[in-house]
């Protein structure tokens, strides 16, 4: 089984300081105000910057957040809409060379965020009041409130990466 939540990130998380006691609600919340953050943050961004520890730049970060939150707030419809509970996981990596997040221009990532966060708090919502519980191929069962946390967590990491890519770069 992969790791995944507190048990691989520590609590708080031994890098961008995300607190795993927040109610599933809460984390709803901090999702929500993502979208204002990663625009503050790539003010000025060409996307060329780089961290030598970071594989990705900032625009590969806000792209693969958007995925993400796609991606999760699609499985928890699924449960909820079919009744299908078992969802495969994907590769980041792949994704990633097959969306060209590096030619993706940086206003239209920041779209394509802003629709994501709103789509995925819409059913990590709904998904909660119905009491969904995927059953992910590498992590086993992940109730919705897991999703609930795990997915802002991923967010909150990787605009903490971008503030480090943006440091390095100065
Ligand atoms: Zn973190």
């Known amino acids: ?11 708080p998380c031994d890098g961008c300081g995300y607190r795993w006691s927040l109610t599933p609600h809460e984390a709803i919340r901090v999702l929500e105000g993502l979208p204002d953050r990663f625009r503050e943050l790539l003010k000025g961004c060409t996307g060329d910057e780089r961290h030598p520890d970071l594989a990705w730049g900032p625009i590969e970060y806000v792209c693969h957040v958007t995925d993400n939150l796609r991606i999760w707030a ?3 419809a699924g449960a909820r809409l079919s009744g299908e509970v078992h969802v ?15 030619r993706i221009a940086p206003a239209a990532a ?9 789509a995925w708090s819409d059913s990590v919502t709904a998904a909660l009041a119905d009491g969904v519980v995927l059953q992910h191929a590498a992590r086993g069962a992940q109730r919705a ?20 890519i943006i440091a390095s770069a100065r």
Do not use: C, F
């Open 145 to 164: 409130e897991d999703v609930a946390r795990n997915n802002p967590h991923d967010a909150y990491h990787h605009a903490w990466d971008i503030e480090r």
């Open 1 to 11: 089984m992969e790791r995944w939540g507190a048990d691989l990130y520590g609590d």
């Open 110 to 118: 920041l779209w394509s965020l802003e629709r994501a966060a709103t």
């Open 74 to 76: 699609e499985g928890l």
């Open 88 to 102: 495969p996981g994907y590769d980041p990596d792949l994704l990633a060379q097959a969306r060209r997040y590096h």
